[in-house]
């Protein structure tokens, strides 16, 4: 019998697990649906290569949460990767994100920071206060000025997200960054980098316990899997604590609707070169490109000795999911906005269940927001599911 089960082997549940077993000696059962741990951010190395490649796109740990930073470094160490991603418009690389750099090639000019910033204050003066929060597209030209706009963000986002920009919502702006000095590290948390031994090794560190088993190629919902029978939705259902960081749409049968997500498709090449681009993330902001990003994941572990001859790339092309596809990012139209409120009230009313992570909640969130949340949720509210304090 086992004192908590996690559903999903994600980030947020692999936290959630680890810290029963740790701090309560809790016996933990870990459902996970896939034939390996650790969700998305997933690592594999290829066997052509040799080279790790993150299986569901680039993944790269960063934050300025000590807490979270003291919790990861239990089960791994990083590498000094700074991340820095360029971006091709019109057949020119330019830093991203947008930067002093960037805006003086762009503009052909050798501004300083307070030129610059004063040029964009007069471009972005267009949109007035009251309308910046209208849509992506007046809250992007607001803050970065419609030419600046236009050239990097406007066709990049509909090709990513498939929409008018004007008819995206106005927070996706809100995560633009402008920069006025010529740093182009893309993140500026003080800590970052990539696992050592790579991102499968870590999370098999987490669930290193006595306390915890991982069922692989299990769906909580199949109530035909005879092995696991005791290990689903309705075996669970007010007998046990559950942490549920699967689709939360799904737990409830769809009953509300099914929440819309995008998700990613994936081509991959192995061209004979030691270098394809010269960097690991190369993003492409023109329409006439089917792309959003190419990665090359040699860039990321620098460290690394990887054949001279070979090299692995990723092309990634962006489009709404169906119900066979892997959701990545929730979009949060009205109409899901309606169906979550409704799905919220749901969970509300489903004592013994707690959900989290990104699929759970309908949120997207960095790899150190979702372990920053289970923690939370380790504090706040399973020590009462479990019948302890810490």
Known sequence: ?????????????????????????????????????????????????????????????????????????RFTDFNDYVHRVLT?????????????GTINQFFGSAYSPDQARALVREQSSEIPAGRAEDNFETMG???????????????YTAKQWQTNPTDLPAGIARRLPVRYTYDSRYFSDPHQGLPLDGYAAWFERMVDSPNIDVFLNSDFFDEESSEKATLTRDSTAGRVPVVYTGPVDRFFDYEYGRLGWRTIDFEVERPHTGDYQGCAVMNYGDLTVPETRTIEFRHFNPEREYPGDRTIVYREFSRSATADDDPYYPINTPSDQKMMHDYRRAMADTPGVLFGGRLGTYRYFDMDATIAGALDMVRDDLASLLGSNL
């Open 1 to 73: 019998m086992y004192d908590l089960v996690v559903v999903g082997s994600g980030l947020f549940g692999l936290t959630v697990a680890e810290s029963a077993a740790r701090l309560w000696d809790a016996r933990v059962a870990i459902v996970e649906k896939r034939s390996h741990i650790g969700g998305n951010a997933y690592s594999e190395v290829d066997p052509e290569t040799g080279i790790e490649v993150h299986k569901y796109g680039a993944h790269i740990f960063h934050t300025s949460n000590e807490e979270v930073w003291n919790y990861v470094r």
């Open 88 to 100: 091709t418009i019109d057949g020119v690389v330019y830093p991203m994100p947008v930067n002093l």
């Open 141 to 155: 030209i607001s803050t970065v000025g419609r030419p600046l706009f236009e050239a990097f963000f406007r066709d």
